[in-house]
């Protein structure tokens, strides 16, 4: 079976600006893959260009194992949603969904037939008669959805499209949008820099720095196993924390040593340990044995309801967060003592 998309050294420049240095990544059938990463990155560079939007400078786009680079982008046979809706304000619901199909042709009857199950499909029965401004900003973007989905694409590409909204409606359309592309098990590419999103949507989520792919991997190996420090901080929290590397590719770390997973640098360095706070533990002695164990104070103690986040300083002024369940953090209030045990999990090393 051919791959439906792959991007293979793709390069794109502006000015002395590179906006992709060499970009290559593969997505399969049926797969959601979101570009991940922060402003400036190339994520909507890269999408544009799997459009057709952008003309790569080097490098192929191939599409079910074809070269389609240079081909415009009326001929891609996709459908693309983008941040601001873009529909026709003169059109009805109904009429920007049956669009496409006009254009190439489509007889009427058919427009109606499969406007009404793509407005039925996302969440809008019986709204086909609205116009744009009749329609809620979360409305409007079901509408856009429906339309791109219309002419039967073979990709599906979604540039922010949840951004304008509101958080409430943000995270009901993330989910219908999951729903919807499992339900049709169309291919789609994904545009974001919000990490939950991507994280809760993606089969796969490609983080993206300066141009180039950092890490490509499921959303729980990316948050577990980031292979570069980038990617350990830019998804979700992480803490910076002094370790020195021992011998048997481990570090040390509060008094414990720890597995390192990926470059170990030579024995006796001075590292940044990268540890997520929910990879400690926090109590009046240490915890999960094996001896070892740091003394700090907490300076602030965050209720997030399961978890409650503590702010937390050592005697030499290391600081640092972790997170444990709210049951066993009633008695480790501002100003409270406490040892804090890294557990024995793989981790992250970076030099200083």
């Known amino acids: 079976m051919s791959v439906p998309v792959q991007l293979k050294n793709l390069r794109r420049e502006f000015g002395s600006t590179v906006a992709l240095d060499g970009l290559d990544l593969d997505i399969a059938p049926g797969e959601l893959v979101a570009l991940l990463g922060p402003s400036g990155c190339g994520k909507t560079t890269a999408l544009r260009i799997i459009a057709g939007f952008e003309t790569a400078d080097g490098g192929e786009l191939l599409m079910d194992g074809k070269d389609v680079t240079a081909l415009p982008a009326n001929r891609r046979d996709i459908g693309m949603v983008f941040q601001s809706y873009s529909l026709f304000p003169n059109m009805t619901a109904a009429e920007n969904v049956a669009y496409g199909l006009r254009v190439r042709g489509t007889g009427a009857a058919e427009r109606r037939t499969r406007a009404q199950e793509l407005l039925d499909l996302v969440g809008l029965p019986g709204r086909g008669g609205h116009y744009p401004h009749q329609l809620s900003g979360g409305q409007q973007q079901r509408v856009a959805l429906a339309r791109a989905l219309a002419i039967r694409p073979r990709v599906l590409l979604l540039d922010e499209p949840l951004s304008a909204l509101d958080a409430k409606v943000r995270l009901s359309l993330r989910e219908e949008i999951r729903r919807i592309q499992l ?170």
């Open 183 to 352: 339900e049709l098990g169309i291919t789609t590419v994904f545009v974001t820099h919000d990490q939950e999103e991507a994280l809760s949507m993606a089969d796969r989520v490609a983080v993206m720095k300066d141009g180039r792919l950092e890490q490509c991997a499921a959303p729980s190996e990316l948050y577990e196993r980031p292979s570069t420090p980038f990617v350990a901080e830019f998804v979700g929290t992480m803490n910076r924390l002094p370790g020195t590397v021992r011998e048997g590719g481990v570090v040390e770390l509060f008094g414990r040593r720890l597995p390192v997973h990926g470059d170990v640098p030579g024995v006796g360095v001075e590292v940044d340990v990268l540890l997520r706070p929910e990879g400690l533990a926090v109590g009046a002695s240490a915890k999960g044995g094996g001896g070892g164990g740091q003394d700090a104070t907490v300076r602030v103690a965050t209720f997030l309801g399961a978890t409650t986040r503590l702010h937390l300083v050592t005697d030499s002024g290391v600081a640092f967060k972790a997170d444990l369940p709210s049951w066993e953090a009633g008695e480790l209030g501002v100003g409270a003592r406490c040892t804090v045990t890294p557990h024995e999990n793989p981790v992250l090393v970076a030099l200083r």
